[in-house]
């Protein structure tokens, strides 16, 4: 396997989604590829640090309602109000 076809794998590697020959293909070529496995690293970073709770931020408590308060009654078939701008 080539760097080129091995970079188009690497983030369906780190989510696992390789099957098992395409998997130990990649884990060979990165054992032996600097360049590939320092893209590995990166993207394993990258993987990390968009779970990292602390960037998420709730939405104000008011639009929070507003948001759910319009969902339900389009829901019921309701059309909005014009107070809900």
């Not at 690293?41 to 993987?47: D, N």
């Not at 059309?79 to 809900?84: L, T």
Request: aromatic letters at 2%; glycine letters at 4%; a negative charge.
């Amino acid at each position: 396997m080539s760097c080129q076809n091995e970079r188009g794998l690497i983030q369906s590697y780190v989510d696992g989604e390789l099957d098992e020959l395409h998997a130990s293909k990649m884990k060979q070529h990165l054992d032996r590829c600097e360049e590939c496995r320092s893209a590995h690293v990166i993207e394993l970073m990258l993987r990390s640090s968009l779970r990292d709770t602390s960037l998420y931020q709730r939405a104000p408590e008011d639009l929070e309602k507003r948001i759910r308060l319009s969902l339900q009654r389009e829901t019921r078939g309701e059309k909005p109000s014009d107070d809900e701008d």
